[in-house]
């Protein structure tokens, strides 16, 4: 589906492909987040508790699959690197190189935060 206004691809996914998305990364990473939640979040698009609960805002289903993928990998690390250093940078050049080239483009439309 296209969105008119942008031009965009629009990627509608369910809830349900989306966790299962995730699951399949935490899989990849080797990290078992204690819930997956997928809800309304209006000021981020993801957060990750120090308990190893991890949720996704819903209007990431609308997102492109990059960047929605780039949300994923980026909060299920916070679950083995608590901050942003680089040891977290590091790893996420090693699970997703190009990331910071998805983030940028993403962030020219938005400003929402992880």
């Given at each position: 589906m296209m969105d008119t206004s942008t031009g965009k691809a629009i990627n509608l996914q369910t809830k349900e492909q989306f966790k299962a998305e995730i699951?399949?990364?935490?899989?990849?990473?080797?990290?078992?987040?204690?819930?997956?939640?997928?809800?309304?979040?209006?000021?981020?698009?993801?957060?990750?508790?120090?308990?190893?609960?991890?949720?996704?805002?819903?209007?990431?289903?609308?997102?492109?699959?990059?960047?929605?993928?780039?949300?994923?990998?980026?909060?299920?690390l916070h679950l083995q690197v608590p901050n942003h250093g680089k040891l977290f940078k590091s790893l996420m050049n090693a699970y997703l190189p190009g990331w910071e080239a998805i983030l940028a483009e993403r962030n020219g439309s938005a400003a929402r935060s992880l």
């Open positions: 699951a399949r990364w935490a899989a990849v990473m080797k990290v078992k987040p204690v819930q997956i939640r997928v809800q309304r979040i209006t000021k981020k698009w993801a957060s990750c508790s120090s308990k190893g609960r991890v949720c996704f805002s819903t209007d990431l289903l609308q997102e492109s699959s990059p960047f929605q993928e780039y949300v994923i990998v980026h909060e299920l």
